[in-house]
């Protein structure tokens, strides 16, 4: 699940590329506000926008419908398999999550995710790459237990009603203001991915009416949020420490932006992504998270979004996908698919002196083509939602999609 949930258990593959451990799945008590660790927020060099994924995928049967309780041991023969903290578990039973060591780009991250995906094919459970079950009734969803989850089940309630999944990038910078640069340009681009990578137009059996309904689901986890504007490393050390104080949560890792530093991990890390039962597609998203950050690190944008744009720009990529328009940073109104074409092009120029570019043609399809929450409403309405479930199964399955 992408929210707050398990971040440093599920980060631990990234980081130990790096050749750092994070400690622990949680914590068995919450402290009072004042025993904050505030040294939390101390950058450690990620390194030179390398890349590593969080790659989350929700466990069906053959017939597409969610496993339920199995899933834990199948996830445990999923792990002695894979390299250690590679494959891990999430809060919902259901849900299995792959991590990729740090990569130099894309087309290393492919080959991790490739390897990982091929670790899937034994265990008896299939694997869906989907931000929401298209079908899963309210409250289907089956809660794992840890002392963490247990936790964050208690505060959210029933707002756990169903499983979602997304795919999560991190890029790793190498100290606090070449992050807070990247944070920025990404920050103005988040419709950009959010609606690129949207693909989960259903929920509950029903047309939700968005192109990625994950998103207004997460809306409703406390603490998981638009990214606020910042502009120093110093007014995030202060936002994130208020804020820490005032949900009185221990560390900042339990404040979800949609778009975040790490700085335990030295990395920024982007969110809004839906899971994606492409390899390929995951990979073109990786080059252009990668190369947006970098071209936002070299070439400063000279302005931000206010917040409120953020969040409306967010919504209308959330609802109506590559169909919105958005505002720019510049004031003006453009289609979120000619914003789009612009960041391909900017990330582009500064991966292609490197020879590492090549993956970008993947989004430049996706810019050409039918976006995938068309694909998906178009084969439920000629072949109805069986046939949508196994596709999705049959897609995930497949390395060369």
């Known amino acids: 699940m992408d929210s707050q949930l398990s971040t440093d258990e599920r980060s631990g593959h990234i980081q130990r590329s790096t050749g750092e451990r994070q400690g622990g799945n949680g914590l068995s008590s919450m402290p009072p506000a004042d025993c904050v660790d505030q040294s939390a927020t101390s950058w450690r060099p990620g390194g ?21 309780t199995p899933a834990s041991s199948v996830i445990a023969q999923w792990k002695r398999q894979a390299p250690t903290g590679a494959i891990g578990g999430e809060i919902f039973v259901d849900e299995v999550e792959l991590r990729t060591p740090a990569c130099a780009d894309a087309e290393e991250l492919a080959g991790s995710l490739k390897e990982l995906r091929q670790t899937l094919a034994t265990g008896g459970a299939c694997a869906m790459g989907v931000g929401v079950h298209p079908t899963a009734a309210v409250g289907e969803a089956m809660m794992a237990g840890s002392s963490r989850y247990d936790r964050i089940g208690a505060e959210f309630g029933g707002l756990l009603r169903t499983p979602t999944a997304a795919f999560q990038m991190h890029v790793g910078l ?4 070449s992050a807070l640069l990247a944070y920025r340009g990404l920050r103005n681009r988040l419709s950009v991915f959010r609606a690129l990578a949207a693909g989960s137009p259903y929920w509950h059996g029903s047309d939700s009416g968005q192109a990625c309904s994950r998103a207004a689901l997460i809306r409703s986890y406390p603490r998981t949020t638009m990214p606020p504007l910042l502009r120093s490393w110093e007014e995030y050390v202060e936002k994130i420490e208020g804020l820490m104080s ?14 975040r530093p790490h700085p335990r991990l030295g990395t ?46 967010d919504f209308r990529a959330s609802r109506y996908g590559m169909e919105a328009s958005i505002l720019d940073p510049d004031g003006s109104r453009r289609t979120l698919r000619d914003v789009a074409a612009r960041a391909v092009d900017e990330a582009s120029k500064v991966l292609a002196p490197e020879g590492i ?9 996706m810019l050409a083509g039918a976006p995938e929450y068309v694909r998906q409403r178009d084969l439920c309405q000629r072949q109805g939602m069986p046939s949508l479930l196994a596709d999705l199964i049959a897609r995930t399955a497949s390395l060369d999609a």
């Open 357 to 365: 570019d090549g993956p970008l043609e993947i989004v430049r399809s």
């Open 48 to 68: 030179e926008f390398s890349v590593g994924a969080e790659d989350e995928l929700l466990l069906v049967d053959r017939q597409g419908a969610l496993v339920g």
């Open 246 to 259: 005032i949900e009185e949560v221990p560390d900042y890792t339990y404040v979800c932006w949609e778009l």
């Open 174 to 177: 190498p100290d606090p203001d």
């Open 268 to 313: 920024v890390e982007l969110r809004v992504m839906d899971a994606q039962h492409s390899v390929a597609r995951a990979t073109g998203l990786a080059a252009l998270v990668q190369g947006a950050a970098r071209h936002a690190v070299e070439a400063p944008d000279p302005s931000d979004l206010p917040d409120e744009v953020v969040l409306a720009n």
